[in-house]
C-alpha cells in the first residue's frame, strides 16, 4: 500500500499549513518542525521526488521565491547573521519526505548548537516537537505581508 504524499496533501488544500506564498507553480509554507524561527518551505505543486524530476523553468522559480522569502525574512530580522538554503534531494541525501522541497532556515549567530540537535532530529526522521499552531501563523502571516509589501495588522 502507497502512502500519500503529505506535500501533496498539503498542496491540494487536504492538510493544514501556515501558507506564506501560493502561486500556479509553488508554495511555501511554515516547517511545522522548524530549525529555527521562520523556517519555510518551497515545494512545486507538482509532484517530484527530485530536484532533476521538475522541469528547469520550475526549478528555477522554486529558487527564486525562496530568494524572496530569504529577502521578507530578513526584513523581519530574520536569518541577518545567515541562512541555510537547504536541498535534501533524494534518500541518500537525508530527504525525508518524497517531494521535492527547499528549506530557507534563517539562522542567528551562535544558534549552532540548537539547530544541530534539531538538525539531527530531522535526519532521523523522529523530527522532534513540533512548533505551535499559532506561532507557525503569525510568522506565515508577517511573511506574507513582507512578500506583498505591507506590514501586518
Do not use: W
Not at 29 to 43: A, N
Not at 114 to 139: D, I, N, P
Amino acid at each position: 500500500m502507497t502512502r500519500a504524499c503529505i506535500f501533496c496533501e498539503i498542496a491540494q488544500g487536504k492538510a493544514p499549513k501556515a501558507l506564506v506564498y501560493e502561486d500556479d507553480h509553488c508554495l511555501a509554507f511554515m516547517d511545522i518542525h522548524p530549525l529555527g524561527d521562520g523556517h519555510v518551505l518551497v515545494i512545486p505543486v507538482e509532484h517530484a521526488v527530485q530536484i532533476t524530476d521538475l522541469a528547469p523553468e520550475t526549478s528555477e522559480h522554486l529558487f527564486n521565491v525562496a530568494q524572496r522569502i530569504l529577502r521578507g525574512q530578513r526584513r523581519l530580522g530574520l536569518g541577518l547573521n545567515g541562512t541555510h538554503i537547504l536541498l535534501n534531494d533524494g534518500e541518500a541525501a537525508n530527504q525525508t519526505v518524497p517531494h521535492a522541497h527547499i528549506h530557507v532556515i534563517p539562522r542567528k549567530k551562535g544558534d549552532s548548537l540548537r539547530s544541530a540537535s534539531r538538525l539531527l532530529l530531522h535526519v532521523t526522521g523522529l523530527f522532534g516537537a513540533r512548533a505551535k499552531r499559532t506561532t507557525l501563523e503569525q510568522q506565515a502571516k508577517a511573511l506574507r505581508y513582507e512578500l506583498d509589501g505591507r506590514t501586518p495588522d
